[in-house]
């Protein structure tokens, strides 16, 4: 441009250089100036250090992103709506949009069964809404609903963490080459004279419980599956060996792995069980959640005739209730495996009758039977022994219509116990109330000790009342 001012209308060229105050450089200062550079940059910056400057660099750079998101979001684009359609010409942002498929990937996420697929949906759905509101196309950004989208994330993502970890130790479950020797499972082998700890690697370990899962358990998850059995522990007995006395009190859940059993009551065989059976579930077929200790209706001995020993998976009963509490998808698919159980225990009874496997038929089915009782009796007396023995009433019920209990066998089981029908409908004992003085012997007429019996007995109806 040529200066107003410059006499002979020479032109002076003004230059504008990033970091460089000032304008023109005189010839003599030429080498001055070219030396000043970073001076001038720091002159911008206030003389700040260099530390500053690079954060002061990062917020530019933020700062820009920004805009040129802000840009790109909020521009309107014209929707290709024929005239004929619709004569109005209509726009659309790209944060619009992203607004619209959050809530379109919302409600395709309520109808997906599959747990991981709804998570990652959720969260690609959050994460629109959460661009949507930040990029808001009023030019506001919606801290509200940006905050709860962020905290929305996070549990999902969290979630979809935790299952992929699980997935990946199933995935681990058939024993990669970095597993064998570095880990191994010590199984105590029970013996009738003494007992023996030996050591299995944990890559055949896991192959086998992965054929067992794919052969009898193929209703429990893949991560389910290896849940239960991280929380379980084997055991091995020798053919011949007790493992449950009649009698006793039972804290245990097996499922036999290898090898036969034989359940007998009062020594007669009742049924054999082999792989994939369980042991001792007390109703858990039916939903009755039992800890603690349930007394055993029966014997259970590995079978004398078996040439291997029996290997079970043992768990705490009450451990493995806690675990079935806390894991509602476990607790529902080992039901249904359990009832399938029962169906293959029956269908076994059947076989042993049609091979001749039983020499007295008309013994074998009344120590059935009594099998039958005992059992619902000692699961009757575990739930009375509990605070709340109406907790697991409704899958008691259940107990009852699968295997036929009449109400006289409930009463006896209740009198087992030293319960009445009555008290179990209630939910509580009646404590005889002593109001019997040292002159409670009346040696009046009939209607004065009937008169006396009535007022005890209507004072013993109040204090129930009461309580």
Known sequence: QQHPKQPGGQKRSQSTIIGVPGGPQSAGGAGRGAGSGTAGAESMLGGAPSGQAAQATWKEIYHLLQERCRVFLLKPRRLPIPRWINPKIKTITFSEILGHSSFILVAASYATDDFITLRSIAVVGSTAMLAFTYFHPHGQVLWL???????????????????????????????????????????????????????????????????????????????????????????????GALIVQQGDMNRYIRLVLEGEVEVMRDGQVTYQLDEGHFVSESGLHAGIMLRGGVESCAAVVAKRESRTPVR?????????????????????SLKAAL???????????RLMLANGQVDNPALWSVKRKEQGSERYAAILANMLSHPNPHEHIDELTKYRAIHHINDEQHRLALAKSGWTPEEFQVGRRFVADNLADDDDEWDGDEDENFGHELKRRAVRIARGLVR
């Open 145 to 239: 609903p940006f905050k709860w989208n962020v905290l929305f994330i996070a549990i999902n993502s969290y979630r979809l963490g935790l299952i992929m970890y699980q997935q990946y130790l199933t995935d681990m479950m058939p024993g990669k080459s970095y597993l064998v020797g570095s880990e191994s499972i010590h199984v105590v082998v029970f013996d009738p004279t003494h007992q023996i700890i030996i050591a299995r690697s944990l890559s055949n370990y896991f192959e086998e419980m992965k054929r067992i899962r794919e052969e009898h358990f193929y209703v429990v998850e893949p991560i389910g599956w290896s849940k239960l059995i991280r929380s379980g522990r084997e055991e091995t007995y020798q053919p």
């Open 312 to 332: 079970v998976l043992c768990w705490d009963r009450t451990e493995l209730m806690d675990l079935l509490e806390k894991e509602k998808s476990i607790r529902s």
């Open 339 to 349: 009832r399938w159980d029962i169906i293959r225990k029956l269908k076994g009874q």
